[in-house]
């Protein structure tokens, strides 16, 4: 039997869940990614003003002036990649979550336990998916994993697109080569070079000149081009974030270093707590500041072992703040990343003494992240974190901060 793989992909995914949130957008210019200076994603309203991925915020506003800038709130956006999954779980158990915005699906005998067409099965997820998250999803359906991609950036927004065998090469004849997905700019300008120009082209290509000039990976995609499949579905459930990410933008602008030392304590507390909360832990960590001028300065460090545990991350970005900060600038957000991110339960401990010194972090960490979840508010902070809890009570952003200001419980001891 011919399977038949579904591709869903979310439309706009990030600004699309911002406008799920806060319907009074709908319709409007939305763009997410003000926390970084660039746009991460644009409603398809920014896309017509001609917002593209990558842009600057001062390039969005030059050409759109009536653009909506959002921080991103990656927490949100992986609730919704759950909620989506779980509403085309209803369907199928053979479900791949690919990305936090994209999902693969084998609905081969679907239509016969469903009582339902393939393609009323993917009309119906779709029909689901839109009234429930309140945003729109792409549907690709085809033999392949790579013809259902191909299918699903066929029609956006909102669209649903079926490849069958008979219809394969006109659907190849309309890709450029670059447009296929797992095929980078080096490999399409490799095969341009071969007169290889369009999807249809590259599946036209004979079986020994595609093994004998490239690798294994392009050698599965040129199979599924032809409507065999080469690439299963991965069906274990992956983590839920690839990185935890904080920011916070505040006023007036400071350059003080022990206030912004503080604000990136605090934000590593609380994408740690996240980790732990999901059994995960990270392998890089980076940190940043934003200028008043919009300017980012940061910098990544790779880890010696995954880590859910604030203590060393702090002590970290104390010793290299030194490098991006400059006194003489005044700074308006801060934000950290834990990335790389792996099951917890799968650390690999190394030298004994650090083992103790973890061990007995985490058994901390777990008491005070029990005593936050029953009181509903992260109560008790580390004493790093303090410095901004006390200028933040007076002056500082939101009336949750300040709530929060006001409950500090240093129980921990100061770190670097």
Same mark, same amino acid.
């Not at 274990?236 to 022990?258: C, E, I, V």
């Not at 059994?279 to 880590?307: M, P, V």
């Not at 030194?322 to 792996?342: K, M, S």
């Given at each position: 039997?011919?399977?038949?793989?579904?591709?869903?992909?979310?439309?706009?995914?990030?600004?699309?869940?911002?406008?799920?949130?806060?319907? #009074?957008?709908?319709?409007?210019?939305? @763009?997410?990614?003000?926390?970084?200076?660039?746009?991460?994603?644009?409603?398809?309203?920014?896309?017509?003003?001609?917002?593209?991925?990558?842009?600057?915020?001062?390039?969005?506003?030059?050409?759109?002036?009536?653009?909506?800038?959002?921080?991103?709130?990656?927490?949100?956006?992986?609730?919704?990649?759950?909620?989506?999954?779980?509403?085309?779980?209803?369907?199928?158990?053979?479900?791949?979550?690919?990305?936090?915005?994209?999902?693969?699906?084998?609905?081969?005998?679907?239509?016969?336990?469903?009582?339902?067409?393939?393609?009323?099965?993917?009309?119906?997820?779709?029909?689901?998916?839109?009234?429930?998250?309140?945003?729109?999803?792409?549907?690709?359906?085809?033999?392949?994993?790579?013809?259902?991609?191909?299918?699903?950036?066929?029609?956006?927004?909102?669209?649903?697109?079926?490849?069958?065998?008979?219809?394969?090469?006109?659907?190849?004849?309309?890709?450029?080569?670059?447009?296929?997905?797992?095929?980078?700019?080096?490999?399409?300008?490799?095969?341009?070079?071969?007169?290889?120009? #369009?999807?249809?082209?590259?599946?036209?290509?004979?079986?020994?000149?595609?093994?004998?000039?490239?690798?294994?990976?392009?050698?599965? @995609?040129?199979?599924?081009?032809?409507?065999?499949?080469?690439?299963?579905?991965?069906?274990?459930?992956?983590?839920?974030?690839?990185?935890?990410?904080?920011?916070?933008?505040?006023?007036?602008?400071?350059?003080?270093?022990?206030?912004?030392?503080?604000?990136?304590?605090?934000?590593?507390?609380?994408?740690?707590?996240?980790?732990?909360?999901?059994?995960?832990?990270?392998?890089?960590?980076?940190?940043?500041?934003?200028?008043?001028?919009?300017?980012?300065?940061?910098?990544?460090?790779?880890?010696?072992?995954?880590?859910?545990?604030?203590?060393?991350?702090?002590?970290?970005?104390?010793?290299?703040?030194?490098?991006?900060?400059?006194?003489?600038?005044?700074?308006?957000?801060?934000?950290?990343?834990?990335?790389?991110?792996?099951?917890?339960?799968? @650390?690999?401990?190394?030298?004994?003494?650090?083992?103790?010194?973890?061990?007995?972090?985490?058994?901390?960490?777990?008491?005070?992240?029990?005593?936050? #979840?029953?009181?509903?508010?992260?109560?008790?902070?580390?004493?790093?974190?303090?410095?901004?809890?006390?200028?933040?009570?007076?002056?500082? @952003?939101?009336?949750?901060?300040?709530?929060?200001?006001?409950?500090?419980?240093?129980?921990?001891?100061?770190?670097?």
């Amino acid at each position: 039997m011919e399977r038949v793989i579904l591709h869903v992909d979310g439309d706009g995914f990030f600004a699309g869940c911002e406008v799920a949130k806060n319907p #009074t957008l709908r319709g409007k210019p939305v @763009i997410v990614g003000r926390e970084r200076g660039m746009a991460l994603a644009m409603t398809y309203e920014a896309k017509a003003c001609g917002v593209k991925r990558g842009m600057t915020l001062a390039e969005v506003r030059r050409i759109c002036p009536d653009a909506i800038l959002l921080d991103a709130d990656h927490e949100s956006y992986a609730l919704f990649s759950e909620r989506m999954n779980n509403i085309i779980a209803r369907y199928t158990s053979h479900l791949e979550r690919y990305s936090i915005d994209e999902s693969f699906a084998d609905i081969t005998t679907m239509n016969i336990s469903l009582k339902m067409s393939h393609e009323d099965i993917a009309m119906k997820i779709k029909t689901i998916l839109k009234q429930e998250l309140g945003m729109t999803f792409s549907i690709g359906i085809a033999p392949t994993k790579v013809l259902a991609k191909l299918g699903s950036k066929y029609k956006k927004p909102d669209g649903l697109t079926i490849i069958k065998s008979n219809t394969i090469n006109d659907f190849l004849r309309k890709t450029p080569i670059e447009n296929i997905w797992g095929i980078g700019p080096q490999t399409s300008e490799f095969l341009k070079e071969s007169s290889v120009t #369009t999807a249809y082209d590259f599946a036209q290509k004979s079986e020994h000149w595609v093994t004998a000039m490239l690798a294994k990976p392009y050698q599965d @995609i040129w199979y599924e081009l032809r409507g065999t499949n080469a690439l299963p579905l991965n069906t274990d459930k992956r983590a839920p974030y690839q990185s935890l990410m904080r920011t916070r933008t505040f006023a007036p602008p400071t350059s003080t270093q022990r206030f912004l030392l503080a604000e990136l304590s605090r934000h590593t507390e609380v994408v740690c707590a996240r980790a732990r909360e999901h059994g995960l832990a990270g392998k890089t960590f980076s940190f940043f500041l934003k200028t008043q001028g919009l300017q980012f300065r940061g910098i990544e460090l790779k880890l010696s072992q995954s880590t859910n545990t604030p203590e060393e991350l702090i002590e970290l970005a104390g010793k290299h703040l030194q490098y991006i900060h400059e006194e003489d600038i005044l700074y308006r957000a801060t934000g950290v990343t834990l990335g790389t991110l792996t099951n917890a339960g799968e @650390i690999q401990r190394n030298l004994f003494d650090t083992t103790l010194r973890v061990e007995r972090l985490e058994k901390i960490h777990h008491e005070v992240d029990l005593l936050n #979840t029953k009181f509903g508010e992260p109560l008790i902070h580390l004493a790093s974190s303090m410095h901004v809890q006390k200028i933040r009570k007076t002056n500082f @952003i939101s009336r949750d901060e300040r709530f929060l200001a006001r409950l500090h419980i240093p129980i921990i001891g100061t770190i670097g």
